[in-house]
T-cell receptor, first 113, second 114 residues
Framework: DQQVKQNSPSLSVQEGRISILNCDYT??????FLWYKKYPAEGPTFLIS?????DKNEDGRFTVFLNKSAKHLSLHIVPSQPGDSAVYFC????????????FGTGTRLKVLA | DSGVTQTPKHLITATGQRVTLRCSPR?????VYWYQQSLDQGLQFLIQ???????AKGNILERFSAQQFPDLHSELNLSSLELGDSALYFC?????????????FGEGSRLTVL
């Protein structure tokens, strides 16, 4: 049972345009969400997070939006740069539960120069 | 550099064998998590330890076991290895129990079972 889903395995975007990566979750107990970026031969690195008490969090070119009623979050990257090409994972956890961070299957972003 | 160290980086072994993967968390981090990433799959949560005690368990096979030692390093033991155990195994650490806050990942140990 995949509690965190990233339905788009890959995405290609032109440099300078917006990249939108989507993530859906099923467990209503999840109240903390994170995005990680992974380059080949490296471990995932933290990008941005959001708590369920907010619906938006911004950090430079990266913005995460949370729609609790739809159990959906998205990561916007504006403007996209070739160095953003990587696999992006969303993760979710319930802070009042067993503290498991559940990850999605990832979306491979390719930013074309 | 995340500060999380995993050894070995690569490991090739045969079916039926047993291996141990080692993880040193970031200085001061009390929680250690183990994840498995098979080909084209996401990060599957295996197990979490906090300050030496098991805190949460995922879909970890009975052939796998882990522990966290008093110096906070952790080991993941994989036994009776099968071809399907070939994967990248990541260790991550966090400062607290993990109730919010980010995980810091190591570079992973790539296990190949022949």
């Amino acid at each position: 049972d995949q509690q965190v889903k990233q339905n788009s395995p890959s995405l290609s975007v032109q440099e300078g345009r917006i990249s939108i990566l989507n993530c859906d979750y099923t467990n209503s107990m999840f109240d903390y969400f994170l995005w990680y970026k992974k380059y080949p031969a490296e471990g995932p690195t933290f990008l941005i997070s959001i708590s369920s008490i907010k619906d938006k969090n911004e950090d430079g070119r990266f913005t995460v939006f949370l729609n609790k009623s739809a159990k959906h979050l998205s990561l916007h990257i504006v403007p996209s740069q070739p160095g953003d090409s990587a696999v992006y994972f969303c993760a979710a956890m319930g802070t009042s539960g067993t503290y498991k961070y559940i990850f999605g299957t990832g979306t491979r972003l390719k930013v074309l120069a | 550099d995340s500060g999380v160290t995993q050894t070995p980086k690569h490991l090739i072994t045969a079916t039926g064998q047993r291996v141990t993967l080692r993880c040193s968390p970031r200085s001061g981090d009390l929680s250690v998590y183990w994840y498995q990433q098979s080909l084209d799959q996401g990060l599957q949560f295996l197990i979490q330890y906090y300050n030496g005690e098991e805190r949460a368990k995922g879909n970890i096979l009975e052939r796998f076991s882990a522990q966290q030692f008093p110096d906070l390093h952790s080991e993941l033991n994989l036994s009776s290895l099968e071809l399907g155990d070939s994967a990248l195994y990541f260790c991550a650490s966090s400062a607290g129990t993990g109730a919010g806050g980010e995980l810091f990942f190591g570079e992973g140990s790539r296990l190949t079972v022949l």
